[in-house]
Each structure stands twice: as C-alpha cells, then as structure tokens.
C-alpha cells in the first residue's frame, strides 16, 4: 500500500472511530446515519447468523473484514468493500418487521463483501476486466450462504436468492467518484 492510500486509510479510520457504535467478534460497527434504526442490533444478529450456518465463510468474513459501517451510500443492493481499510459499507435499511430476514439478507451482503476481500487477498484485484467475474464470484457466494439459510429457514425459500446482474452495478462502474461522493453526501444530510 502506498504512503498516500496508509494515509487516506489511518483519516478514514479516525472518521469511523468518530461514529463507532461498538464490536462485535472484534470488527468494529459504526453509523454513519443520524437514525436509529437498529443497524448495530441487526448487524451483529446477522454476524452470529453467518457464524452459525457457515463456519467456512464466517472465517473468511472474520479475515477479511474489520469494518461493518452504515454509510448511506447509493446502491442496488446496499454494500460495497473497501480494501484499504477492510471496510464493509452497507446502505442499511431496516425494511421489514421480520428480524430473522433483515438479518439474513444483511449476512449475506457481508458474505458477499467478505467474498471481495478474500479475492483481493489472493491476488485478484477489481480491474474493469475482471469486474463482471469478480461480482459473479460474490454473488455465487452470497446465494450459497442464502442456501444454508433457506434450509435452516424454510419460510425463506425464494426470498433472498438473486439472479447475477452486471446491470445491477453499473452504478458504481459508471459513475464518477465524484459524483458517487456527491450523492452519499447528500443522502447523509438528508438524514
């Protein structure tokens, strides 16, 4: 890692430290939203989920990730990974009544954030070549965790399971990071 990217990481820390809201299995959950919408409660439930059903990629989870952060950023299905700081960013919204699932499809989104960590590990960065590989990866990954949760919850069958979209992430690939910044800018004042 360069001097600059060991520099935008120890301020982006700081920043987290900021809204740190506590940890759970020693990665550290902060909020960046002004509500509260149960986010820290959720998360770790979605945590001891993954533990539960999956010790494979609750390992990988627990190497991969040191951040699970409620950062109001655009998105599709709510997530992405940051590398320098093994940062899961999630878009949480606390959309239903059912505990049980919100947990689920959160746990999954982490599987699948893990999932980039863990390609990134091992050598296989998120060029614009191999972005559509990459997402397919995390996506398989994340559907087989929600497998293991359909078999456990059979009242879920169907639910969580989703197709691979390269759509779903033209977002983030065709947009500015200027622009993305704007927007999450503007979604957190608006909170």
Request: with cysteine.
């Amino acid at each position: 890692m360069s001097i600059r990217d060991r520099l935008v990481a120890n301020i982006e820390k700081l920043l987290l430290k900021t809204v740190l809201e506590g940890e759970y299995e020693g990665i550290k959950i902060s909020d960046y939203s002004s509500k509260n919408d149960g986010f820290k409660e959720v998360i770790k439930s979605s945590v001891e989920l993954i533990k539960e059903l999956d010790q494979k990629r609750y390992k990988i989870v627990k190497n991969e990730i040191e951040w699970l952060v409620n950062s109001n950023e655009p998105g599709k299905y709510g997530g992405f990974y940051r590398r320098r700081i093994k940062g899961c960013f999630i878009n949480f919204d606390n959309y239903s009544e059912d505990k049980k699932l919100v947990s689920a499809f959160y746990a999954g989104l982490i599987v699948h954030e893990a999932t980039h960590g863990l390609l990134c590990t091992r050598g296989f960065g998120y060029e614009k070549d191999r972005r559509i590989q990459i997402e397919r990866i995390c996506n398989s990954e994340e559907n087989r965790f929600y497998k293991k949760v359909e078999r456990e919850y059979p009242e879920y069958a169907g639910v969580l399971i989703r197709d691979f979209d390269p759509n779903d992430w033209e977002y983030f690939w065709n947009t500015s990071k200027w622009k993305q910044a704007y927007h999450a800018l503007k979604r957190v004042l608006k909170d």
